[in-house]
Nanobody
Framework: QVQLVQSGGGSVQVGGSLTLSCTAS??????????MGWFRQAPGKGREGLSA????????YYVRSVEGRFTVSRDNDDYTLHLQMNNLNPEDTAMYYC?????????????????WGQGTQVTVSK
């Protein structure tokens, strides 16, 4: 059963923008969603934490490589998360995943998350 459903992504040229969205199923216990995050994985590389939003406080964190270019937001229902990506470059090419969990090991650690989206490909070409 898919509990985090992703949409968006695709191909864009250098400097372009894309938006990813992630909606959490109502089947997920909201108490298990202390934070929602975005990760990416490029071919031959490990999964990298990009950003996370803590659902109670609304605090948002970014990894340095995307800070200032990527923006996380959420809808009023609190459990639809968006990732606006601007000024994309070829190094941003990867499979992108949203995730939800307790974040008890740190938002940037994949083991902190219990639920994962299906992934969506982002490709940036020159």
């Amino acid at each position: 059963q898919v509990q985090l459903v992703q949409s968006g992504g695709g191909s864009v040229q250098v400097g372009g923008s894309l938006t990813l969205s992630c909606t959490a199923s109502k089947a997920i216990n909201r108490g298990n969603m202390m934070c929602m995050g975005w990760f990416r994985q490029a071919p031959g590389k490990g999964r990298e934490g990009l950003s996370a939003l803590y659902t109670d406080s609304g605090n948002i964190y970014y990894v340095r490589s995307v800070e200032g270019r990527f923006t996380v937001s959420r809808d009023n229902d609190d459990y639809t998360l968006h990732l606006q990506m601007n000024n994309l470059n070829p190094e941003d090419t990867a499979m992108y995943y949203c995730a939800a969990g307790h974040c008890n090991r740190g938002w940037e650690v994949s083991e902190s998350y219990d639920y994962w989206g299906q992934g969506t490909q982002v490709t940036v070409s020159k």
